[in-house]
Every structure is written in structure tokens, then in C-alpha cells.
């Protein structure tokens, strides 16, 4: 195992060394592979992309989903970085900031939840939407229930928000959304409301192979992401 791992960092630094010494966005035609959830692709893709239409016209992006091989292909060189939730993984990582997130809840019109403040009990026993993308980590809503001594009903898992959005009406359930992705929501007609337990924010960022710490292509991608990324929804849920 100890070898394989030093083939798999021997393999990244290469990659980097074959990097060029300088990056031109403007002319650059170069690929980089990038592992989203729909998260990302509904709340940064696309004011990234207007942006490297600008700026770099001719770069080209493959996205691919994230789960349990995202950091296997960062250690073995099949991505590029992976937009990333959560505190730095294991291994030889580096994470770069984006933002925080909060979580607000949701529910189809005509909800209970949506008419006023809801009591914990009454929203651990509803029907619940969960979004999982694999990752072995303990859910913050799971974990801030359990230390109130509840457990939600979890009536459906979803691989993404997308999906989870579109569940609920047909269900009458409700589900925890990042804050950012609210706008989607509305348009969609859902209805948010505040949490009945106090959730902290989290982290979210870039993921990468420390190899990549050189490689300036990488580097200025990594730096309009940033510039990219949204601010949260403003103002009252209601």
C-alpha cells in the first residue's frame, strides 16, 4: 500500500512538472477536470462559466459527479480539484476557502411547516428528504438531532438537490437546502422556513493533490472560482 501511494504521488508530481511555466488563459486550450455536485453546478457553475468565456475562451471543463473515488482520482491524477464541503480530508490534500454555508428548511406550498415557527419534535417526525453523496461523514442534521435525543424520518435518500427539490411536492416532505441554492427553490414555488435546531455553518472549497501547489494553470483557475462564488440569499426566509 505504502508503494502504490508513492506511485500515485509520483504520478501527480509529474503531471505538475509537465505543466507549462506560465499559463495565458486568453490563449490557453487546455482541460481540467473538476469533480461538482449539483450544488456547485446550480449555485457557482454558471457565473464561473460567463466569466471563462471572457477570459478564457478557448479552456475547456468536464465536470464529474463527486463521491466515494473523488479522492482517489485527486491522489492518482484524474482530477484536477473537486469542489469540496466540509474540513480538510486525510492525506495529501490542500482546501482553499470559498465560503461558508447555512442550511434553511423547505417545504412544498400549503405546508404546515411554512405558516410559522415549527417545534423540533413536530419536524424530526415529518417525512424527510436526505441528500447523500456518499461521503462516510456524520450529517450536521443527524448529528444536532441526536444531541436533542431525536432522529429524523428519513423517507427518501436523493444523489442530489436537484432531485430533492422535485420530491417534495409529490410527497408532502420537507428537507434541509443550502441557503444559496434558495433562489432555485423559489422559482420552483417551495416554501422555506427556519430550522427548529440551531445548525453552525460550514465550510465549503476547493479540493486539490498538493502536487498541484505549482501548477499555474490550476492556480488561476482555482482563483476565478473564487471570484465566482455567490453570496447567500439576503433578507427574511418568508
Known amino acids: 500500500q505504502a ?3 508513492r506511485s500515485r504521488l509520483l504520478v501527480a508530481e ?7 511555466p506560465g499559463f495565458d488563459p486568453a490563449e490557453s486550450r487546455r482541460s481540467f477536470r473538476l469533480a461538482a455536485s449539483d450544488y456547485a453546478v446550480m449555485a457557482l457553475v ?3 462559466l460567463t466569466d471563462l468565456n471572457r477570459a478564457a475562451p478557448h479552456l475547456h471543463l468536464t465536470l464529474r459527479p463527486v463521491g466515494t473515488g473523488t479522492l482517489v482520482a485527486l491522489r492518482e491524477g484524474g482530477l484536477e480539484m473537486s469542489f469540496w464541503a466540509g474540513a480538510l480530508p486525510e492525506g495529501p490534500f490542500l482546501l482553499q476557502p470559498l465560503f461558508t454555508e447555512t442550511l434553511t ?3 412544498p406550498p400549503g405546508h404546515a411547516f411554512a405558516q410559522g415557527p415549527v417545534a423540533v419534535e413536530d419536524w424530526a417526525a415529518a417525512p424527510h428528504v436526505a441528500v447523500s453523496l456518499g461521503d462516510p461523514g456524520v450529517n450536521p442534521v443527524e448529528q444536532a438531532l441526536a444531541q436533542s435525543g431525536l432522529r429524523r424520518r428519513v423517507a427518501l435518500v436523493s444523489p442530489s438537490f436537484a432531485g430533492a427539490m422535485a420530491a417534495l411536492a409529490a410527497g408532502g416532505m420537507v428537507m434541509a437546502l443550502p441557503r444559496r441554492l434558495l433562489p432555485m427553490a423559489l422559482a420552483q414555488e417551495l416554501r422555506p422556513f427556519d430550522l427548529p435546531i440551531p445548525l453552525p455553518p460550514y465550510p465549503y472549497g476547493l479540493l486539490r493533490h498538493q502536487a498541484t501547489r505549482d501548477d499555474p494553470g490550476i492556480g488561476w483557475l482555482a482563483a476565478r472560482i473564487a471570484a465566482a462564488a455567490p453570496e447567500p ?6
Open 3 to 5: 508503494m502504490a501511494a
Open 14 to 20: 509529474a503531471r505538475a512538472l509537465l505543466a507549462p
Open 46 to 48: 454558471p457565473v464561473l
Open 105 to 107: 428548511g423547505l417545504c
Open 233 to 238: 440569499a439576503q433578507g427574511p426566509l418568508r
